[in-house]
């Protein structure tokens, strides 16, 4: 990797008084800022088929601190509400490439409370943050340390629902470099009670954080609903509420931060299903043990780790039937219900365990596309005894051209 990668540095911190009233009059600002030039881009647009970019906004941003409704505008540092302008640009941009949805006003109450600020608008020296409208440096535990030398471009300044504050420092991180090329490959099949399952036969268990503090979480939530909204009451238990599910987020986090690093470190190749989770979460039986999951994070954590040392990953079709598909001899199965959790097959008598053979037959599916470019979507209109023997050769030609061991064939995106 020839460029420093940019890394986001994230610490808690513990505002004073006049510091956390600042930053609440910024983010009430920020939140403002967005809605109206939402509303103003959004008007021009049904009313005089117009669109409005950034500069224009940025115009209108100068008019609204003029008017004495929104002259508050003023009172607090500008650049965070340039920011917002800046977001809210990048928005339209997303929607206009089909990435993403029309965007969305910001609620008071659900949204996330942040602001951002860039090089003119803090002082970071000596390891101190001092931040624009505010005379003292942010109290930071620094829980590490920032990359040596470096001084961050961006400092993000959050707030969650539990009341803890973060500050996100963007740097410039040398440390981040490609590691030694290995050859080892590994296929990773997702699941439930095993969080995931790799080609080795080694099962992650599955933590399961909600549901370690599920009745804790009731608790709260019932005392919650018992309160009269609007009270200081109903506040104070609300935020018990956000701090329960703050540690269930955080350990989760952790846990797959970790994983994901252990998986990027020890194999050049990862080899994943692309799974559609959000698909899958309409499964009523299903949604809350896959959200505990979080298998979409960890996709994303491998996504980037892989960049950014060097490795290789690789997403299968989400219809390849690996569960169904013999790792031995090729074979597909017709049916493979969920609580099938092992099976013998008929063609050469091997006996699988259900997930391993899927993360075996996940591997060879993609070390097949990395090598040979083949697809992996399966043949639907063939029988499958044929589809069986072209997933077999399929594995046999991977294994040839990477001189990888007797890797299987490919997999899908089903919830193993």
């Not at 030039?37 to 117009?50: I, K, M, N, P, V």
């Not at 639907?380 to 991977?398: I, Q, Y």
Request: charged share 30%; hydrophobic share 35%.
């Amino acid at each position: 990797m020839t460029e420093p990668v940019k890394r986001a540095f994230r610490y808690r911190f513990y505002p004073s008084d006049a510091q956390a009233a600042e930053l609440m009059r910024t983010f009430g600002c920020v939140r403002t800022v967005y809605n109206l030039a939402l509303q103003a881009r959004t008007s021009a647009w049904y009313t005089e088929r117009r669109r409005i970019n950034y500069v224009q906004t940025s115009a209108l941003l100068t008019a609204w601190k003029k008017t004495e409704e929104y002259a508050y505008l003023a009172e607090v540092s500008s650049v965070p509400l340039q920011q917002a302008l800046r977001h809210l640009q990048g928005a339209f941009t997303n929607f206009f490439e089909k990435r993403s949805a029309y965007p969305r006003f910001k609620s008071r109450k659900k949204s996330r409370n942040s602001a951002e600020y860039t090089r003119s608008a803090f002082v970071y020296r000596d390891g101190r943050l001092t931040l624009a409208k505010m005379r003292e440096p942010l109290d930071i535990a620094w829980s590490r340390p920032l990359p040596k030398g470096q001084v961050p471009s961006t400092v993000t300044v959050s707030r969650d629902s539990a009341g803890r504050w973060f500050v996100s420092m963007l740097c410039e991180d040398a440390s981040v470099k490609a590691l030694p090329t290995s050859r080892a490959a590994v296929g990773v099949d997702a699941g439930i009670t095993s969080l995931v399952t790799l080609s080795t036969g080694e099962k992650v268990v599955n933590p399961k954080f909600e549901k370690k503090d599920r009745a804790k979480l009731a608790r709260a939530q019932r005392e919650l609903s018992r309160k009269e909204k609007g009270s200081r009451n109903h506040d104070k238990a609300r935020t018990r509420v956000a701090r329960i599910h703050a540690r269930i987020a955080d350990r989760r986090r952790d846990f797959l931060h970790k994983l994901s690093t252990r998986l990027v470190r020890e194999n050049q190749t990862i080899v994943i299903e692309d799974l559609a989770v959000r698909n899958m979460l309409k499964n009523r039986a299903l949604a809350r043990a896959i959200s505990d999951a979080s298998w979409a994070e960890l996709r994303f954590m491998l996504e980037y780790k892989a960049r950014w040392y060097g490795r290789e990953l690789i997403a299968v079709d989400r219809w390849y039937p690996s569960s169904k598909t013999c790792s031995a001899c090729g074979h597909l199965v017709a049916r493979m219900p969920l609580n099938i959790r092992e099976w013998t097959c008929t063609a050469c008598g091997a006996h699988h365990d259900r997930d391993e053979n899927a993360a075996k037959n996940v591997l060879a599916a993609g070390l097949a596309v990395s090598a040979c470019g083949a697809g992996v979507r399966p043949q639907r209109r063939v029988s499958g005894r044929a589809a069986g023997a072209e997933a077999g050769s399929l594995r046999r030609s991977a294994g040839q051209r990477r001189g990888v061991g007797e890797s299987p064939s490919t997999e899908s995106g089903e919830a193993n």
